[in-house]
């Protein structure tokens, strides 16, 4: 049997491993095209607009597929995020399937382009949100920006991005007030000016389990900041944070 991971709060259990083809509720390809529900003959484009239909007239708790590949930002009034929604339900997104959606067989890459931040997360009422075998690299305003919500991330990359200017924090994954919980992850080559050029985690719980931060740079914590300020929870398991760089103080942890 999977392992589950478990959501701080919500007491949700998002599993390790994929789930059974025939409870996938909507299906996203580079190759589709973004109308109607996202049904399996006839993929969404977008992770974004799958999203949408679910918070516009889905329920909680619905899962979305997506297809190996590169999903870039195609909304052109979304000019923030490649992944970016407020969430006022739960839903699990799992990247990586083959084209007919029968197996997850690899990783959908969420690309920035060096100009969008890749996924973020906010919302109302307070949520889980699980992100499952996706590669986010090359985002301009980091890789990953939570607020408010429960994020889950397993089985995933999160490398090359960035945050420049005045309290740039978070390169890799930011959170704040939000709930994070990374599981079989690596975090590499991402950047901040301010810190944690991996990872940043301020007033919200951080659960860290098998996970990999190196070779990421930031003014202090270059690896990891976390704090525990507000009564926060961090929980760092099997995880190695080793070989970051930061110009002023704590080049792996800082906190």
């Known amino acids: 049997a999977s392992e589950p991971a478990y959501a701080p709060e919500a007491g949700m259990e998002a599993l390790i491993s994929a789930p059974n083809p025939g409870d996938i509720d909507r299906f996203v390809s580079p190759t589709g095209v973004d109308s109607g529900n996202c049904p399996k003959v006839a993929p969404c484009q977008s992770i974004n607009y799958a999203i949408t239909r679910v918070m516009t ?3 909680d708790g619905e899962i979305i597929a997506a297809t190996e590949g590169i999903y870039v930002n195609t909304d052109p009034v979304n000019k923030n995020s490649v992944v970016g929604a407020s969430f006022s339900k739960g839903v699990e997104i799992y990247g990586g399937w083959n084209v007919d959606f029968s197996a997850q067989v690899g990783f959908s890459i969420v690309d920035g382009e060096n100009k969008y931040s890749g996924i973020s ?9 699980v992100f499952d075998h996706f590669i986010v690299r090359n985002g301009w305003n980091g890789g990953i920006n939570l607020s408010s919500m429960n994020l889950i991330v397993t089985n995933s990359s999160i490398h090359n991005n960035q945050k420049i200017g005045d309290y740039a924090n978070g390169g890799g994954v930011y959170n704040y007030l939000g709930d994070l919980t990374l599981r079989n992850v690596t975090v590499s080559n991402n950047s901040a000016s301010s810190s944690g050029g991996g990872i940043y985690s301020a ?6 389990n098998n ?4 070779n990421n740079t930031a003014g202090y914590g270059g690896g990891v900041t976390l704090s525990t300020s507000n009564q926060a929870v961090v929980n760092v398991k099997n995880t190695i944070v080793y070989n970051n760089h930061a110009f002023i103080q704590g080049p792996d942890c800082y906190g």
């Open 57 to 59: 007239d889905g329920v």
């Open 203 to 208: 007033l919200g719980d951080a659960y860290l």
């Open 121 to 129: 997360v906010y919302g109302f009422p307070k949520v889980t949100i």
């Open 211 to 214: 996970v990999t931060v190196t």
